[in-house]
């Protein structure tokens, strides 16, 4: 069935609305991000201080999202996507996804979590972490020139010089 769906709109042109719907999420998304020239919205609601014109998903799971002036995350809770909350110190001109777990630009890394004083994704910055350095290994272990870390926390007391993986 879904195939047949997809073919009968390769066929057609899409209005702009389709175009919304398939760039930040259709029929089956649990929030509705859509834009007009003056703003963007978040389920009916007006995200503050959001450029429309260069407001964009970066990354594959939807919930990441830049424009020209702050890099947004979505605050997945009770209410699913009730909000969008600007990285308080994100470079967006540099600012990249890593994997699912994590994103860096040139002055931090960014560790997914998701508690009480970090809600939503992406949110949390790896304290000392050097992003020109930094690298994925093996899940749950990251490295840079200085530390090792497990799930987005510095392994206190570990060379990473002689840290090794043998499996």
């Known amino acids: 069935m879904e195939e047949s769906r997809v073919k009968e709109t390769q066929n057609k042109e899409l209005t702009e609305e389709e175009k919304l719907q398939a760039k930040f999420g259709g029929e089956y998304s649990c929030y509705h991000i859509t834009l007009d020239d003056q703003h963007v919205y978040l389920n009916n609601d007006i995200v503050p201080n959001a450029d429309p014109v260069t407001f964009e998903v970066i990354s594959g799971q939807d919930i990441l999202f830049k424009d020209s002036q702050a890099v947004f995350k979505l605050n997945i809770g009770e ?10 110190n994100a470079d967006v001109k540099s600012f990249q996804v890593i994997d699912y777990d994590y994103s860096k630009d040139v002055n ?8 009480e004083t970090t809600p939503g994704l992406y949110g949390k910055i790896i304290e000392g972490a050097d992003p020109l350095t930094f690298e994925i290994l093996r899940r749950p272990y990251t490295k840079d020139k200085n530390y090792i870390y ?3 926390k510095r392994l206190e007391g570990v060379n990473v010089e002689t840290f ?3 499996w």
Not at 108 to 115: A, D, I, L
């Open 79 to 88: 209410a699913c996507g009730t909000s969008l909350i600007r990285f308080k």
């Open 108 to 115: 931090h890394v960014y560790y997914r979590t998701s508690n």
């Open 164 to 166: 090794n993986l043998p």
């Open 150 to 152: 497990e799930n987005g």
